[in-house]
């Protein structure tokens, strides 16, 4: 059941390894959140999003917002009539509404940061809250250890023996989108009968704890009794609980998958077919646990899994391996880049790959490119490829290489290039400096001009300009002959300058080890970790089509890592606040642990 294949993801490449687990659909690649990580509480009982893409999280010491940067909690909102209690079950009304179950027996509804809370005063009993869910005539159900209660007007009631739902805990309670309620009990389960929306009957006699309905309309419950079909006639167990330890949360993802978490056998995802194949996904992770507690799917198709060790998410999209299985790509990754016609080009230790635009890889081929080490990719603005190795730099130009520039006398470690409006090529050599080339001569830009520094990065900006970045942390600038030097001293932050990027406003941004800068009429604002960068190095900077900003960073101190995305989203993915943000968002893509 642990089929699992480790795949290297071309994005990755000259970062921190990433944990990318891949199945026959979609690669997930999987990020943890412990108390380490500011997380308040260890064991992560529920987990939802609310309409404004908030992720809130239940855990053993309250409730929690998640923006995907900061974890906020209730305290911190200021809700100060919070219970100090657990919070096990959360649940998002039509109006907005989080309902919020306490493991003490109370529920709160939070709407518009007003929170109202509900007690045994009101009718509630003692006892943990096990779930709740609003059915289609906008009626609030909550199972609770001493059976089902319905939310009427300012009070709740516990739904009589005459409904037809026995007597004691209620274990879940689910609405689907048909409307019915699902209820789950000792006795077994009880569904809500369509002419008479408040009267029950038992449908399956087995114990299950959680409930899902898949694409397809089918409804699915998991527990003791094993993965059974609800909506069968009459229902049965498709997976047996022997296959497993007893789940007790359940997931319906929008690939027609389930998603079941286990009391001993960690996530465990069953794929329909012409059969049903389960496979235990591994979630690399400080937080992994074979007890989970939790699991939800977020309307971007992440999953979250909630464990006695903190907070797991799986995402997919944002990263995916290119090429598949087999598809050419066997070496380490070491530089790309986007050509002007739309295609993607990838180097590694061994040649050269190119991905047409909207076409899986295909490999250059060797005798255009030799199998030598790629350093550095440079699309130019004429629809040209400059590619450096370990022996020479050329460019490829109508699918034909072309070797310009010896590697080994002048040059040494080129890493970087860009080209100027004239059409100079600039290069950053890590070891020898700048160096410019205008079509027939390799020459070195002189050191004073930027004090011989090692150079890492390199852009070309729209008014002309050439930017470097350099490893002791300096900037310099070079325009028609002229250069200028930025150093601490002017703001710069941080030291190796990593990367840099222009937006559509003509505004310049560095990133840094410990650093992000901005370049805008004269002078430089800066962030860096003391003041909000969410992460120890800036490893990428890009924007996308609605003016966010995204940077990929990497959090050294705890070894874990994130990375650029270009995928933009509505939800809230990690932002943070800088001192130069307005007009703009800031976003802070991860590359999951």
Known sequence: MRALLMLGCLLTAGLPAAAAEHSSTQPYVWRSWTRLDDLPGSQVWTITQDQSGYIWIGTNEGLVRFDGVRFVSGRQLGLERLPNASVRTLSVGRDGSVWI?????????????RLQTFTTDDGLPPGVVAGIAEDARGTIWSATANGLYRFQGPRWERVSLQSGVPAGAAYAVYADRGGRLWVGTRAGVFRSANEAPHRFERVATGELQSFAEDDAGQVWGVGTAGLTLLSANPPHAIVSATAYASGQHLVADRQGRLWIGTRGDGLVRVSRGNGVALDQVARPGVSSNDVVLAVFEDREGNIWVGTPRGLDRGSRGLIDSQPGPGGGITAPVQAVAAASDGSVWVGTTDGLHRFAKSVRGAAVDSSIVPGLRVEALHGDANGRMWVATAREIGRVDNDRFSALIPVGSLLNRPVA????????????????????????????????????????????????RIWTGHLDGTISVHEAGRSRLYTSADGVVGSVVTGFYEDEAGTMWAGSRNGLMRFRNGRIDAVDRNRGLPGHTVTGITGDDHGNLWIGVSEGSHGSAHTTSIASSPVRYPRFRTPFTTGRTVCAATRFR
């Open 101 to 113: 179950g306490f493991g003490t027996g109370s529920i709160g509804r939070l709407k518009n940061s």
């Open 417 to 464: 290039m860009a080209t100027a409006r004239d059409g100079t090529l600039w290069i950053c050599d890590l070891e020898r400096g700048l160096f410019t080339w205008d079509g027939h001569a390799l020459a070195a830009v002189p050191a004073e001009q930027y004090g011989n520094r090692a150079a890492f990065s390199i852009l070309a900006d729209g008014a002309g």
